[in-house]
């Protein structure tokens, strides 16, 4: 399984940025995401259980950013708004993922996302 995300960039503080994350090879229902700011572990930020389930999140990106995915394409996005320059970091998408418990078998090879104050 190939895990390839997309999407990071450079923005201001309260910017938005789409994130996406395609998988060749097995097909996975449960995806998730996670990231790690200069000098910190790696943390969970989402991730989708199951078809029909509701995404769990991490509290500190709650109600600002939104899970999705397309299981027809094996792809998960992740919709972040109103960034903070603490949502720097390395975007990973794992495979599978079900929650924060989750230590997934595949990652993606990372995006970059800086927010700038």
């Known amino acids: 399984v190939q895990l390839q995300a997309s999407g990071g960039g450079s923005v201001q503080a309260g910017a938005s940025l789409r994130l996406s994350c395609s998988a060749s090879?097995?097909?996975?229902?449960?995806k998730g995401w996670y990231r790690q700011a200069p000098g910190k572990e790696r943390e969970f930020v989402a991730a989708?259980?199951?078809?029909?389930?509701?995404?769990s999140y991490a509290d500190s990106v709650k109600g600002r950013f939104t899970l999705s995915t397309d299981n027809a394409k094996n792809t998960v996005y992740l919709e972040m708004n109103s960034l903070k320059p603490e949502d720097t970091g390395v975007y990973y998408c794992?495979?599978?993922?079900?929650?924060?418990?989750?230590?997934?078998?595949?990652w993606g090879q990372g995006t970059l996302v800086t927010v700038s104050s």
């Open positions: 794992g495979f599978p993922s079900i929650g924060p418990q989750s230590t997934p078998k595949y």
């Open positions: 090879g097995r097909a996975y229902v449960a």
């Open positions: 989708m259980s199951g078809i029909g389930r509701y995404p």
